[in-house]
């Protein structure tokens, strides 16, 4: 019996060792497979046996084959690879960004805005020089060039929602994900059925903690095992939970919304990594390319808007140019951007208007005290009001700005305005007018502007009057489409009744009353037209498709009979006109003959030789009889002024108590709310014939009694029946009619807070306004339209009209100082501190990524290097194992012999 139990135990032993052979060599097998955890028989001794009262061994077995592993160092491992795949995947798209940046260089955006400048600084030298003139224009084009090919780059590389690089990235990276996840469910099952046959599924586990390594690259894992289940989470989400796998999708969670990741196609649930190559690329997505494409943006609308504010109030080479020199930027259907005050803002000096001061040196506060202690920008005198009513809240963007109007200079209050973080930017335009206009932060838009003082008021981007001019639109109506019928703009019957009053440089004047609750659009349209035809004038009224009214002044000239033929070919083209004194460059003009017309712009006027040259016609036209040329010139070459009139009671005329003024009754005493101090005022009866029409200076108005007192002497003998009072009102300032055409904007709150935007305003410009940086086409075309030279304001309108001379180039000093001015982020930085900045945050962005990516790979080599160490073959210890596993079985082997051997003697004896 013993014999058979050493028979026994010797056969354990060699069945043990060859076990133990087999995952040596096994191990040996894998020794370069990174991914592989080695395997060890874990060999345990047999229940004894208890015989004759002693106990005896049964030898031994091999109790399982264990991996060597450490879940710690597994954990850590994913995370680091997470970042070291984020820190990977930021490097490239940093590198691809700098490429295109091209910083610091002579070709990047920095160096080619340096070159512009410079190009400007000899150009306001020698302003006379042409070859100055073209290199300007080359180097614009260098720089708009360079910024539009960066914005194309950085749209190609993760710009939105097209097919560009990171999208495509996310994409791919998902369905790789998604590709893993099924994986690690499918290796689930089969370890689950290898466990629940007794079989050894280490090799399974490795396969599937290398997945979720693997998986850690693209997003951050989590693993939760127990004996019953093994999960996988990632962002917070299940993605794996036994045998069953989850998936992730790049969807809109909703109409118009950016794309997002969502789990299981439930667009409610959003997943948002947190390491990983997918965080860098959302990162990058959502807010790294956005951030830059903005401060790109930013640059060209405040480059396009204070350039082309410059550039417009100089002149060419030989007259005002009154020309952008940056193409206008695609603007928006909604929304508003710019609001520039205008028109006169009265006062003691009849001499000032459009808000221009005939005393250049004069310091002035808005209450018109000068203070040689403070700089004031000068477009104010000393009107009025004020001083009973100095202090005021101005509310931008739900943002208070409070003001003290005799203590306050306006560049104190713009300060104020620019340190408010009402997104809104306050300056003065190059003729001195207040400009605020909003900020990228609110995609430039002011979506609410409100003055319970008379700042507003007083630089006319407010109506004169407060409150008593305000209108029943709401600020929402101002998104609205300027509809067809008057009446909508007005809800108080005091203001339906008005006139236009139009006056030409070139024709006779006219005027046309309307009835904003009885008129349409159409009709006022063809009323304005018919008048303007009847007084023989050049003034011409439009329906726009948006149903907003256009005027402009159109004439006819005829070409020279003796020119012949005039061939086009697209080329520029000279044209001998009977009249070029109403023909300005920038016109569009219409060249016909009996067979047919085309379009064309004026480049250029010889006026001594009767000749325009306009930019391309492509068709042939002879010249002869009915050859003529139609000339559709801007808006701004006539005058039009929107007044109201209000009936007088015959009854009485009273003189001021104190002051030699003169008392006007009227017929409605509410009509005297539509007056104000400083009103010129025309008094006439029906027939206004000569020396029945008396105009004035309004200088007290008393809202009781409905009396309107005015400077000039009234005989209430000569005031028939239907005589009327009627404002007039500088040529640049509208009110009425036009504020609800459009022309102004009107807003309104509460009754504390109602007012009509009187000023210019302008729709915010597009998205990606980059892309569209170009040079103006005139400009291109004809360098002498660059706007060089100053000019002189000789008839106080407050916008030059006499060009100060060739050789000056004071408005080209002007743009070049724009590259140093502080025009950015509120008036703190310049735009050439804001390209220096971006490229710096760039740089210190990638740097800053490329340090950690190199920590991180320091930190995978390490763990790297102790996983080997726990789990790594090392085949001088397999060796050792190997030599010993086959003494064993050689041993085994040798016992088993022996003990047949006596076991033969054994029987023999027998």
């Known amino acids: 019996m013993a014999g058979f139990q050493a028979m026994d135990n010797a056969l354990s032993g060699l069945l043990a060792s060859r076990r133990s052979l087999d995952t040596t060599a096994h191990n040996i097998a894998n020794a370069g497979n990174k991914s592989y955890s080695r395997q060890r028989a874990e060999l345990q001794t047999n229940r004894p046996q208890v015989i004759g009262g002693l106990t005896i061994g049964t030898g031994v077995h091999v109790a399982e084959i264990t991996r060597a592993r450490d879940h710690m160092l597994d954990t850590r491992m994913r995370q680091s690879t997470s970042t070291l795949d984020r820190y990977d995947q930021l490097t490239t798209l940093y590198d691809d960004i700098e490429t295109a940046l091209n910083e610091p260089s002579d070709e990047g955006l920095r160096g080619t805005f340096g070159d512009l400048n410079a190009a400007m600084q000899e150009l306001a030298n020698e302003p006379e020089n042409r070859g100055s003139r073209r290199t300007v224009i080359g180097q614009a084009e260098t720089f708009a060039s360079g910024i539009r090919r960066f914005y194309r780059t950085l749209n190609d590389i993760g710009g939105g929602e097209g097919e560009n690089s990171i999208n495509v990235q996310i994409e791919s990276t998902l369905d790789e994900i998604n590709n893993i996840a099924e994986n690690i469910a499918s290796l689930n099952r089969e370890i689950n059925a290898s466990e629940a046959r007794g079989t050894n599924p280490n090799d399974l586990l490795d396969q599937r903690t290398e997945l979720t390594r693997e998986l850690s690259e693209y997003i951050d894992v989590t693993v939760q095992e ?9 962002a917070g989400f299940t993605l794996v939970q036994g045998s069953e796998s989850h998936e992730l999708d790049f969807r809109q969670p909703g109409p118009g919304e950016p794309r997002k990741i969502v789990y299981d196609d439930h667009l409610e649930s959003v997943v948002t990594p947190q390491n990983g190559k997918l965080k860098a690329l959302m990162d990058m997505r959502e807010e790294g390319i956005p951030d830059i494409i903005d401060d790109l943006n930013d640059l060209t609308v405040r480059l396009v808007d204070r350039f082309n504010d410059i550039h417009r109030s100089g002149f060419g080479m030989q007259e005002q140019s009154r020309n952008n020199f940056w193409s206008e930027l695609p603007t928006a259907d909604e929304g508003m951007f710019r609001f520039e005050g205008l028109g006169d803002v009265g006062g003691d000096y009849p001499e ?18 000068s203070d040689d202690a403070r700089e004031m920008p000068r477009n104010f005198d000393g009107d009025s009001g004020i001083s009973d009513n100095p202090d005021g809240t101005l509310l931008i963007n739900g943002h208070s700005i409070n003001y003290n109007m005799k203590e ?20 003065w335009s190059a003729d001195e007018r207040l400009v605020i206009t909003g900020t990228q932060e609110n995609d430039y838009r002011i979506d609410e502007m409100r003055d319970n003082g008379l700042l507003l008021d007083k630089t006319n981007i407010l109506s004169v009057g407060g409150s008593n001019r305000s209108s029943s639109r709401s600020v929402d109506d101002v998104e609205e489409d300027i509809a067809s019928e008057l009446e909508s703009f007005f809800d108080d019957v005091d203001y339906a009744d008005g006139t236009l009053e139009f006056s030409s440089q070139r024709e006779e004047d006219f005027t046309i009353n309307y009835d904003a609750e009885e008129d349409s659009l159409v009709e006022l349209v063809d009323r304005i037209n018919n008048a303007s035809e009847a007084a023989d004038s050049d003034v011409v009224a439009s329906v726009t498709s948006n149903d907003e009214l256009r005027l402009f002044t159109a004439h006819e000239e005829e070409l020279d009979e003796d020119e012949g033929p005039i061939y086009g070919a697209g080329e520029e083209i000279d044209l001998h006109v009977s009249n070029v004194h109403d023909v300005q460059r920038g016109d569009t003009v219409r060249v016909s003959d009996n067979d047919g017309a085309e379009e064309a712009r004026v480049i250029h006027v010889n006026r001594d030789d009767g000749i325009i040259t306009v930019d391309e016609l492509d068709e042939e036209y002879d010249t002869g009889e009915d050859a003529v040329v139609h000339i559709n010139n801007k808006q701004d070459d006539f005058r039009v002024n929107d007044t109201s009139s209000f009936g007088i009671d015959d009854t009485d005329v009273d003189e001021h108590d104190d002051e030699d003024w003169y008392g006007i009754y009227l017929t409605d005493d509410d009509d005297s709310s539509n007056f104000t101090e400083g009103d010129t005022v025309i008094v006439a009866n029906d027939t206004e014939t000569a020396g029945d029409e008396i105009r004035g200076r309004v200088m007290e108005v008393d809202d009781e009694e409905g009396i309107v007192y005015i400077d000039e002497e009234v005989d209430a003998a000569d005031i028939d029946e239907g005589a009327t009072i009627r404002n007039t009102r500088d040529e640049h300032e509208t009110r009425n009619l036009l504020a609800g055409l459009g022309m102004d904007r009107l807003y309104r709150d509460d009754s504390s807070y109602e007012y009509a935007i009187t000023g210019q305003s302008q729709r915010p410009p597009l998205a990606d306004q980059a892309a569209a940086l170009e040079v103006d086409s005139l400009i291109d075309a004809n360098p002498d339209l660059i706007a060089a030279s100053g000019g002189d304001d000789i008839d106080n309108t407050g916008i030059a009209d006499t060009m100060k001379g060739e050789g000056d180039g004071s408005v080209m000093n002007e743009l070049s100082n724009l590259h140093d001015k502080n025009v950015m982020a509120q008036g703190e930085k310049s735009m050439d501190d804001h390209l220096s900045e971006m490229a710096a945050e760039i740089g210190s962005d990638s740097s800053l990524v490329r340090r950690e990516k190199r920590a ?22 397999e060796m050792s194992k190997l030599i010993r596993e086959q003494q064993g079985f050689q041993a085994a082997s040798r016992v088993i012999g022996a003990v047949r051997d006596m076991s033969n003697e054994i029987m023999q004896l027998i």
């Open 352 to 369: 000032r208007k459009a808000g221009h001061v005939d005393a250049p040196d004069e310091l002035l506060f808005i209450d018109g005290e």
């Open 408 to 427: 306050d200079s306006l560049d104190d209050i713009i300060d104020r305005i620019n340190e408010s973080p009402n997104h809104a930017q306050a300056y």
């Open 226 to 234: 127990t004996s019953e289940q093994f999960r996988v989470n990632v």
């Open 856 to 877: 991180s790979e320091q930190l995978v080599h390490q763990l790297e290097d102790q996983i080997q160490s726990v789990s790594g073959v090392s085949l001088d210890e």
